[in-house]
């Protein structure tokens, strides 16, 4: 099983980014896919969740109608569009299938 996130990057303050996890070697059409984040100093936060067929999606409060995720079954991948990005947002961004974690895409807001 791999998971490998990427787009991350340095950002201002009210900007966007789109990160990506490309998943492979499971059946990545049935799995629950979710985006979690650790700042420094604290503990990994859930971000977003998105079901197989992408027909429900969840949202941490703090990210809520700012983030959006996605998924293409039809390219194993699943994405975190993050707009209105503000400082708070910094932090290592993990991309999780049931027990199995990316190495991270690092995301780092700053004027």
């Known amino acids: 099983v791999q998971l490998e996130e990427s787009g991350g990057g340095l950002v201002q303050p009210g900007g966007s980014l789109r990160l990506s996890c490309a998943a492979s070697g499971f059946t990545f059409s049935s799995a629950v896919m979710r985006w979690y984040r650790q700042a420094p100093g604290k503990a990994r936060e859930l971000v977003a969740t998105i079901t197989s067929n992408g027909g429900s999606t969840n949202y941490a409060d703090s990210v809520k109608g700012r983030f959006t995720i996605s998924r293409d079954n039809a390219k194993n991948t699943v994405y975190l569009q993050m707009n209105r990005l503000k400082p708070e947002d910094t932090a290592m961004y993990y991309c999780?299938?049931?027990?199995?974690w990316g190495k991270g895409s690092l995301v780092t807001v700053s004027s």
């Open positions: 999780n299938a049931v027990l199995y």
